[in-house]
């Protein structure tokens, strides 16, 4: 089953393959209902971020699942307004207190840049930033550090200024928006890519030709979505808050042939 399957980090850290997303779902029930019903369904990745709002329900969430702590992979992220070294510090104990977790399993820098100015060079505050990355990932209190919306530029000083090279990139990853550009950056550098908003936020769901092999499949546009994403070898974290979503977007234990996969990747 997918819900089994991982992916080994640079360290040698396994992450499962699929997770849940949070993005967008508010503080209270339902994020605490949504990760809840995920780890009742075999869901043990679970992405949220200081920025969602949502990390306490999280937290309480992943408690009272029951489920050991070892085995839930906990995503978190600094805010991408957060530049420097002391706040990148400040964030993570934040999160890690919000979480209710003696450790967070990967952290992430939301952005290269204030999601309100984008584009800005941001380059010193990532550095130092990153640089407390470093430090935390040493302390044990996370497992693995990356970055989140990365593009190469944005990469390419942490690597020549730093000592230790990003685990994973999140970026907007779909079929018709494959960053051909930061994947094949990230690849030869074994920087795992996770996919997010893999149904583009709902908007490719109707797509004629994705509707068609969906119905060739005898599965949901969705899951041929999710499916197309893990055949891209990326972790892939779909979001829902939708108990009957949740898991169907799971039920993608069926192969898209090559020339389907090509297919797709004309859209």
């Known amino acids: 089953m997918v819900l089994q399957e991982t992916y080994t980090l640079m360290n040698g850290i396994k992450v499962p393959k699929l997770g849940l997303g949070t993005w967008q779902i508010p503080e209270g029930e339902h994020t605490y209902n949504a990760v809840l019903w995920a780890l009742q369904h075999g869901y043990r990745h679970i992405d949220t971020a200081m920025a969602y709002g949502n990390e306490a329900s999280v937290g309480r969430a992943i408690k009272d699942s029951g489920i050991p702590r070892e085995e839930i992979f906990v995503t978190t992220k600094l805010p991408a307004e957060h530049k ?25 820098i939301h952005a290269p840049w204030p999601w309100d100015k984008i584009g800005l060079d941001c380059t010193e505050g990532n550095i130092e930033s990153w640089k407390a990355f470093e430090e935390i990932y040493e302390s044990g209190k996370v497992k693995a550090i990356g970055i989140s919306n990365f593009e190469p530029k944005h990469i390419q000083p942490l690597l020549d200024r730093c000592k230790q090279v990003p685990m994973v990139n999140q970026i907007s990853f779909h079929i018709g928006n494959q960053q051909k550009e930061i994947v094949d950056f990230c690849q030869p550098l074994n920087i795992l890519i996770t996919a997010y908003s893999p149904l583009a936020t709902g908007r490719i769901i109707d797509n004629k030709v994705i509707v068609a092999m969906a119905e060739k499949y005898a599965v949901t546009p969705a899951q041929i979505c999710i499916r197309y994403c893990l055949q891209k070898d990326t972790i892939v974290i779909p979001k829902s808050t939708k108990k009957e979503r949740i898991i169907s977007n799971a039920k993608v234990d069926f192969e ?8 797709l990747d004309q859209i």
Request: charged share 25%.
């Open 84 to 108: 420097g070294y002391a706040v990148a510090h400040q964030c993570f104990e934040k999160s890690r207190t919000l979480l209710g977790l003696d450790y967070i399993d990967l952290y992430l």
């Open 256 to 263: 898209i042939s090559n020339d389907d996969m090509n297919k």
